[in-house]
């Protein structure tokens, strides 16, 4: 689907729908000029659409932790899920459909989440 952007009425009565805060629950910090985002709240690239339900203003920090995720920990960032679906959606083929080969990890995770490896 074709990226939209928003009209200037639009932005407003997201801004009023939000009380003038930022979206995101546990941070609900006051928006100010220059300092706004306007995102999918579900991704284009994951089925999402360019409805107005489906946008909220984030503050500028939020809206990268939600786009790319924090250092060393990138679940649940929309760049990263919608790689994941095109992987899955393409049979995990590269561009010039070549399948991915991975040599996988031999050997097993302890309880604590310590990974050991197989004696070879």
Do not use: P, Y
Request: hydrophobic letters at 30%; glycine letters at 10%; a positive charge.
């Amino acid at each position: 689907m074709k990226r939209a952007s928003l009209t200037l009425i639009q932005k407003i009565k997201l801004l009023l729908a939000q009380e003038g805060k930022c979206a995101k629950k546990s941070c609900r910090k006051k928006l100010e000029k220059g300092d706004i985002e306007f995102d999918h709240t579900h991704a284009l690239g994951l089925n999402g659409t360019n409805e107005l339900d489906n946008w909220q203003a984030l503050c500028l920090e939020c809206h990268n932790l939600k786009t790319n995720g924090r250092k060393h920990c990138r679940l649940g960032a929309d760049k990263f899920e919608i790689a994941k679906a095109k992987r899955i959606a393409c049979g995990g083929k590269t561009k010039t459909g070549k399948k991915i080969n991975s040599k996988g990890f031999t050997g097993w995770r302890k309880f604590n989440g310590t990974l050991v490896r197989k004696e070879t």
